[in-house]
């Protein structure tokens, strides 16, 4: 698991805001980013080592002054936008020539300042709360964030790279663009939106802190999308992955739980009292559903079903439920069946039978809103083993163009890692992959190559050593298909 790094980020509150309902600015980050592509977020990012280097006025002590360096450089660096003292003697020009004078590396930050004589103001920066990124994602973050004015004459603006554009948004509009699932964003985000929107009242800061998450602790109830709660869990799986991505999906009355994986007491425990948490609101959980029968999406099951006093079914794939001994699958779902929660708002899903990383895999179409839960056929993070002959590389192929060819996706959750924002994109990168290592294949076959060993080697030259057992499998699997397609009859 990745140690989180120190990052510092801004709310940029317009001049003049509505006290009531303020204006935030806030920005999308670029779909082409592997880390929350395609998500809304406030500017900010990772300290550098000059930040170490910048004197802070009224500062309390030397770590928030680092924090405090970090937050007003990246708002610089992100925005355009300078918020220190002194600053208001420049104009407009002399700020896009110092922010790119920044962005090149021409002129470090604490240089920057020192030569146009600008100090930072510990008053201009409001502490509202650190946030941890949890231990599922690839990278993580130990982020301060900070509230800021926006300078008198100063329009933030974003030059489009890492963040593909940014804009003002009331608080309240920007949450209900999140109610309505026209935007992703991640946990601390959302707090800090809900909070603004009621309004900037002497008890702001109060509020923004009385989440406990907002003092480091590990967020566990992450819901990029509402009714959506993204839960990660640890488990013994492939690397790079460490975490097995469960899924709540509920409304007001009812909860179905996906891929209850970790056979980790902590971890187990922790579901149950999400589980718990949602239960106590009035709901009920309908079933427990397996996307396919890897130990690491099924390790927990057992345990949630004892919590909650044997009585929930388990559900899955009847190809699945026959390879398993270990649980007890209670009701078959078929291909094209629907599963409906009753209450608010209706959510349906609809089970597509999608073999290939197994045989019974599911996926679970959301058609309304344009979710699919993707197992492990698609993953955010990581490679998907196709081991033969639970795996088949023809299944695999059909069931990604099956998955390709539902209309109008907006999101893929994945069995792990983080979601996707773009999935076209994703799958047709997944097929076309995949025909990209086949073609190599077929030539080293037509080279005189037999063996899956002797494959793996002039075709897997992009990996490493460690990772050339999983390689034969799929040069094996691919080999299959070959086979069935006659493509190595040939030789
Ligand atoms: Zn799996």
Redesign the pocket.
């Known amino acids: 698991m990745p140690t989180p790094k120190d990052a510092a980020a801004v709310i940029l509150l317009r001049q003049n805001t509505d006290p009531n309902n303020p204006e935030v600015y806030w920005v999308k980050r670029s779909d082409k980013l592997a880390f929350l592509g395609g998500f809304h977020a406030f500017p900010g990012g990772q300290l550098d080592e000059t930040d170490t280097e910048v004197v802070v006025q009224n500062s309390p002590n030397p770590e928030t002054s680092v924090m405090i360096s970090g937050a007003a450089r990246e708002l610089f660096e992100e925005l355009g936008v300078l918020v220190a003292r002194g600053g208001e003697h420049l104009t407009k020009g002399q700020r896009v020539s110092l922010r790119d004078d920044l962005e090149s590396g021409r002129m470090s930050w604490p240089k920057l300042l020192e030569h146009y004589e600008l100090y930072l103001d510990a008053n201009d920066f409001t502490f509202v709360g650190r946030w941890v990124t949890p231990p599922f994602s690839p990278k993580r973050f130990d982020t301060w964030f900070f509230l800021a004015n926006c300078p008198a004459k100063q329009e933030p603006n974003v030059i489009p790279g890492e963040l593909a554009s940014g804009e003002w948004v009331s608080a309240g509009d920007g949450f209900n663009r999140w109610l309505n699932a026209e935007i992703m964003a991640v946990p601390p985000t959302l707090h800090a939106l809900k909070t603004l929107s009621n309004g900037l009242t002497s008890e702001l800061v109060e509020r923004f802190l009385e989440n406990p998450q907002a003092h480091g602790q590990s967020v566990r109830r992450i819901e990029f999308r509402p009714n959506y709660i993204f839960f990660p869990v640890r488990t013994p799986t492939r690397p790079p992955a460490t975490h097995t991505n469960c899924y709540l999906v509920y409304n007001s009355k009812e909860i179905l739980i996906f891929d209850p994986g970790s056979p980790y007491e902590d971890e187990q425990q922790a579901l149950a009292e999400m589980v718990d948490e949602l239960r106590s609101e009035g709901r009920s959980v309908l079933e427990i559903i397996l996307t396919?029968l890897?130990p690491?999406?099924v390790g927990g099951v057992n345990a949630l079903k004892k919590h909650l006093d044997g009585n929930v079914p388990v559900a899955a794939h009847a190809q699945t439920a026959e390879a398993l001994s270990a649980v007890q699958i209670d009701r078959f779902i078929e291909d094209d069946n629907l599963i409906s929660l009753v209450g608010d708002p209706a959510i349906e899903l609809r089970a597509l039978h999608t073999p290939g990383?197994?045989r019974g895999h599911l996926c679970f179409h959301d058609e309304q809103r344009g979710v699919l839960l993707t197992?492990?056929n698609i993953v955010g993070l990581g490679s998907v083993?196709i081991d033969p002959p639970e795996g088949n590389m023809i299944d695999y192929l059909n069931s990604l163009e099956r998955m390709r060819s539902l209309a109008e996706l907006k999101l893929l959750l994945g069995?792990h890692g983080p979601p996707t924002t773009v999935p076209y994109r994703k799958i047709d990168e997944y097929i076309a992959h995949r025909l990209e290592r086949e073609e190599k294949i077929l030539e080293a076959v037509r080279s005189g190559l037999t063996s899956p060993e002797e494959i793996v080697k002039v075709v897997y030259t992009d990996v490493s050593p460690k990772a050339y057992a999983m390689a034969e499998r799929a040069v094996l699997a691919h080999l299959e298909k070959l086979d069935l397609e006659g493509k190595l009859k040939l030789n």
Request: aromatic fraction near 0%; charge should be negative; avoid cysteine.
């Open positions: 396919h890897h690491d999406h990383h197994a197992g492990d083993l069995g």
